[in-house]
């Protein structure tokens, strides 16, 4: 069992490039997030999606988009990457909304953006 | 919005109790959760509270006092491989959760 996975693991990209995070859950979770994680600042919501089919902008949402076609994947992408993008980035995924739904995490990608 | 406040830092010896607080200012409070993450890892579940009280679950504990806005984890007979930053996570509304800075532990020998 996988639970989630991300890729690339890292990546270093040039300013003004295009990139797609992906994200994949094997657990039929309902609810999936993206998180980024800079030092001293913890961990901020980027976007959510409830359902497949739905998604909803977090504290963060600027200079990012995602996509729920389906349950198992949620990629991110950064239309024209900029320096302040770099971070570590955790997508999430919980069985819903309701209740004590503790989130799962991916390993995390490592992007940096020169 | 949230603001949920924790110890940048916070250092023990092996075999010691650390106490961890946080405290949140909501609307909407929804739980309150508390994360562990090794340097270089994933953020692993470590508790939930939604209602007042303790919830104890082996070495870990959390408590929660919904109107002092306070919850603190505390760990009991610490060991090494407990040296990680702790998140305190504040859930609110449905789905948002929202995230303290996080608490480094080091335990020493």
């Known amino acids: 069992i996988a639970g989630i996975t991300q890729a690339p693991t890292s990546q270093i990209l040039a300013a003004g490039r295009r990139m797609t995070l992906r994200c994949t859950q094997d657990m039929r979770h309902n609810a999936m997030y993206w998180y980024r994680q800079d030092l001293g600042l913890g961990l901020r919501l980027i976007h959510y999606?409830?359902?497949?089919?739905?998604?909803g902008k977090g504290e963060v949402p600027d200079g990012y988009s995602v996509s729920r076609a389906n349950t198992d994947d949620f990629p991110l992408t950064l239309a024209s990457a900029v320096p302040s993008q770099t971070s570590v980035y955790f997508c999430a995924s919980s069985p819903g909304l309701a209740g004590g739904n503790e989130q799962f995490f991916g390993p995390g990608t490592r992007l940096t953006v020169l | 919005g949230q603001n949920i406040d924790q110890p940048t830092e916070m250092t023990a010896t092996e075999g010691a109790i650390v106490q961890i607080n946080c405290t949140y200012q909501t609307s909407g409070f929804n739980g309150l959760f508390w994360y562990q993450q090794h340097a270089g890892e994933a953020p692993t579940f470590l508790s939930y509270n939604v209602l007042d009280g303790l919830e104890e679950k082996g070495r870990f504990s959390s408590f929660l006092s919904r109107s002092k806005g306070y919850s603190y984890l505390l760990l009991k007979e610490l060991q090494m491989k407990d040296s990680a930053s702790y998140l305190c996570?504040?859930?609110?509304?449905?789905?948002?959760?929202?995230f303290g800075a996080g608490t480094t532990v080091t335990v020493r020998a």
């Open positions: 999606s409830n359902t497949a089919g739905t998604t």
């Open positions: 996570a504040v859930r609110e509304g449905d789905y948002k959760l929202s």
